[in-house]
């Protein structure tokens, strides 16, 4: 017993003495700097999980909303080579969307019908596709399937919209998802019935053995730049052109703000100080060639909404028309805080010609056109030599879907993605709760492409 007092009062003493009290300080300090670093170490793991899972979480949102859109094409699409084409896509995005769902941390009986979903579309659409590349209809069975795919395809998109939204939010995070797997994501895909994904499987079962911001607004950027006609001009007529442009009894002060020459257009920009406005707020860029105005933007407060849409139309259009831009027809637009977005096609002999594309940005309070965008007039606009020996819309529809409701018709000029253009009859019709233009080559009666309308209460858009 005097031994082990003996060492205690020996470790005692050597407490006491300043190096071992230095050497347990210093390793206390390590210790809590391990621990530092190890946690935040977990923290930046976590945050990088937590931004892969949303990465792969929004692309999945997209692909599905692609599914949802080209499925609905495949349902008014009305020859085999258009269809096959359309087809493939379904086959393409479903696969991807499969990609992306297989990347997210939740195991559930919900994302297991979602997986087995997704590689039935994509099975099927592939199936089919066969059958058009092989130059065969698809058969009014098959056009009920696709329905049917299309209306779980909708579901599917609302639910991964609803969770998109409750993810923004704060409501749930991946963390969450991860930790309470089955029953957080149940709660999240109330949308779907249980008995939804049940049918979906049962429904699915006869297949085993076979195992979308206006229209054509990503118009041409043609390299020959063929609406962008003069001679180059200098800083100081840029400048008087912008002036004018933008008003001369609104522009308080102007200013160079640089030349963009690493672009396919080059421009002099400049920033614009309106009166009654405290700084600059107004950008312009005009072409070194020919002085045409490429873009504009001004930002101001905008008050209560008091212009309708359709006068917007028109002191849009009256607006271009007083700044050389003639013929040009509203097709497209998009509402937003106060300001509306409206695209305008030129209209050439009552033919719609969608690469020469304006858009203009116009506030809903007072009218005042506050921004313009015309890259695809400048790289596409001149007088077209349009074929005088077409068919006729009658002749143009007599292979369309037959379930499709036409609602208007009329001759439009569309781009191709082998930066060409095709004479088209353009017919804007509706299947069930589905607004569809479809696109007719006005020469050989070719189904050449099918836009899906969406009409929100904000605008009407395109996919």
Known sequence: MGKITDKLIDWKNRLKDRHMLSVIVVLFTIIVLMGVWIYKKQVEYRQASENQYNMAFFELVDYVQNVETYLAKSLISSTPQHGAEILTNVWKEANLAQVYLSRLPIESVELEKTEKFLNQVSEYSYSLSRKNINDEKLSQEDLDNLKELHDY????????????ADMNDGRISWGELTKEGTVAFAQEVSNISKTSFTN???????????????AFS????????????????????????????????????ISLSGKSENTSMITYDFNAKINGEDEPNLSISITEKGGHVVFMNYNRNIEAESVSQERADEIGKDFLKSRGFDN???????????????NYAYEQDDVTVYPDLIKLKIALDNGEVMGIETTGYLNNHEKRDIPKSIITADEAKKDLNKNLDIKSEGLAIIPTEWESEILCWEFKGKIDDTDFLVYVNAETGKEEDILVIVNTPNGTLTH
């Not at 008087?240 to 002060?253: C, L, N, R, W, Y």
């Not at 040009?328 to 409206?342: A, N, P, R, S």
Request: hydrophobic letters at 30%; aromatic letters at 8%; glycine letters at 8%.
């Open 153 to 164: 395809s909708v579901e599917l998109e609302n639910t991964l919209n609803q969770l998109s």
């Open 200 to 214: 979906l499987e049962e429904n699915f079962h006869e297949y085993s053995g076979l195992i979308y911001d206006g």
């Open 218 to 253: 990503e118009h041409l950027t043609s390299k020959e730049k063929k609406g962008l006609t003069g001679e180059n001009i200098n800083e100081e007529e840029a400048k008087q052109i912008a002036t004018k442009f933008i008003g001369e009894d609104k522009v308080e002060e």
């Open 328 to 342: 040009m027809k509203e097709t497209y637009y998009l509402k937003q805080d106060g300001i509306v977005t409206i």
